[in-house]
């Protein structure tokens, strides 16, 4: 079964890359590249230790965009992924191969300026995730087959103020062994409006949250079939 699979996933791994290239909000979307630092290379991070697994970053060098954008806590906003920053189609291959398969993922790092702020270091905190559910569907696959809408929830209990909201699509086509899993984040920059500040979730440093050992990163999906799966880094922070 392996010797089967294997030219199938090198064939796809060049050609099926993605980009979270802009974001919607109340309705509203912002545009490419209008307050989310979007890449001209589609590739992924595959090294969990280099800063770029924040926001990503060289070997893809990011543009940066002076807008932040005001979103209401407690509101849903959409990462809107594309395969190109030039891809306006929303059919499935216009968001990613189907072949990437594996979680979806969500955080926000509270600074003082977000058109500024490196996203580097500690500070984040998870606010979604999508894995594997018991029909055997990955959270890639919804984003997939859903024209690449990836809704993250601004918990309302946070402090108001600047933030980088970081959207992840993980990919474990390729992951039997480090480095393999492919990494695809861009950063936005928000600023939240009316959190209560109740609550202060604890963080965790990217790089420092994932490690390439985690069975969350190096698993083959492949073989035994994976039925059930951990996403790596932090529990989901809720209010």
Request: contains cysteine.
């Amino acid at each position: 079964m392996k010797s089967l699979l294997t030219p199938l996933v090198v064939a796809s791994a060049a050609s099926a890359h993605t980009i979270f290239s802009s974001i919607e909000v109340d309705g509203t979307n912002y545009g490419v590249g209008n307050g989310v630092r979007v890449p001209s290379y589609n590739g992924p991070i595959e090294d969990v230790t280099s800063d770029s697994i924040a926001c990503n970053g060289p070997p893809n060098p990011t543009s940066p965009s002076d807008l932040v954008i005001d979103v209401q806590a407690g509101d849903t906003v959409t990462a809107v992924w594309r395969y190109m920053l030039s891809t306006t189609g929303s059919a499935p291959n216009d968001i990613m191969d189907s072949s990437h398969k594996g979680p979806t993922a969500a955080y926000l790092k509270k600074v003082d300026d977000a058109a500024t702020a490196s996203g580097a270091g500690d500070g984040w905190f998870k606010i979604q995730q999508d894995g594997l559910d018991s029909s055997g569907v990955w959270g890639t696959e919804r984003i997939i087959n859903g024209q690449g809408r990836h809704d993250i929830t601004i918990p309302d209990c946070i402090e108001p103020g600047h933030y980088l909201l970081r959207a992840e699509m993980l990919a474990l086509h390729a992951a039997g062994s480090y480095p393999g899993a492919q990494f695809y984040q861009e950063c936005a920059q928000i600023n939240v409006i009316g959190g209560s500040g109740n609550k202060s979730p604890s963080t965790v440093s990217l790089p420092g949250a994932y490690k390439g050992s985690d069975p969350g990163i190096s698993i083959n999906i492949y073989w035994p079939p994976v039925t059930s799966y951990t996403p790596p880094g932090p529990e989901v922070f809720r209010c």
